[in-house]
């Protein structure tokens, strides 16, 4: 039973450019979430997807952008990047549209902007 | 807004010692607890999962308790081995909320 898988799992991006990342959540999950992860700190909420819809957002601005599709797959979209959005980006995935049963994340994708 | 702190945010043992990491969250009115595992530059594993119900989860050498009142959470390794190197994180979930409040992490080294 395959968990969360995210692609890719390495990206190296000039600054001003754009980047999708990807993420499939695990099987008889419907929920997606997306956390950034700064060297050395703990993950930081960025938005949750559920029904296609975005249900709640952290504090990130608005060049942080995502999408969720009808088998549940999501897409984080990040414009004009700048060098802080260096990060390891982590998705997370739950069932039933909650967290009565925890998250499970997948292994990132470690975003550099040069 | 939920504040998660983690303390020690560093941790060295030898081999055998029992581990003891503390997880403590400011808002009380958690859903449930998580506590992950994080190798270098890897996603998260899941550990365990408290519900706010329950006082504590075990799965093999790892216990971890929820005292929700006093807002602290603790995980207990026991008879620890040179594979259990890692960065543990606990990660709050508050109710009505969708997004887990994660701690930064206590990193520990287990001694051969």
């Known amino acids: 039973d395959a968990g969360v898988t995210q692609s890719p799992t390495h990206l190296i991006k000039t600054r001003g450019q754009q980047v999708t990342l990807r993420c499939s959540p695990k099987s008889g999950h419907d929920t997606v979430s997306w956390y950034q992860q700064a060297l050395g700190q703990g993950p930081q909420f960025i938005f949750q997807?559920?029904?296609?819809?975005?249900?709640q957002r952290g504090n990130f601005p608005d060049r942080f952008s995502g999408h969720q599709y009808p088998n549940y797959s999501s897409e984080l979209n990040v414009n004009a990047l700048l060098l802080g959005d260096s990060a390891l980006y982590l998705c997370a995935s739950s069932p039933s549209g909650t967290g009565d049963y925890g998250y499970t994340f997948g292994s990132g994708t470690r975003l550099t902007v040069v | 807004k939920q504040e998660v702190t983690q303390i020690p945010a560093a941790l060295s043992v030898p081999e055998g010692e029992n581990l003891v990491l503390n997880c403590s969250f400011t808002d009380s009115a958690i859903y449930n607890l998580q506590w992950f595992r994080q190798d270098p530059g890897k996603g998260l594993t899941s550990l365990l999962l408290?519900?706010?119900?329950?006082r504590e989860q075990t799965s093999g050498r790892l216990n971890a308790s929820l005292d929700k009142s006093s807002g602290r959470s603790t995980l207990y390794i026991a008879a620890s081995q040179p594979g259990d190197s890692a960065t543990y994180l606990c990660?709050?979930?508050?109710?009505?909320?969708?997004?887990?409040?994660f701690g930064a992490g206590t990193t520990v080294t287990v001694r051969a």
């Open positions: 408290i519900q706010s119900s329950q």
């Open positions: 990660a709050a979930l508050r109710s009505n909320d969708y997004k887990l409040s």
């Open positions: 997807y559920y029904e296609e819809e975005e249900r």
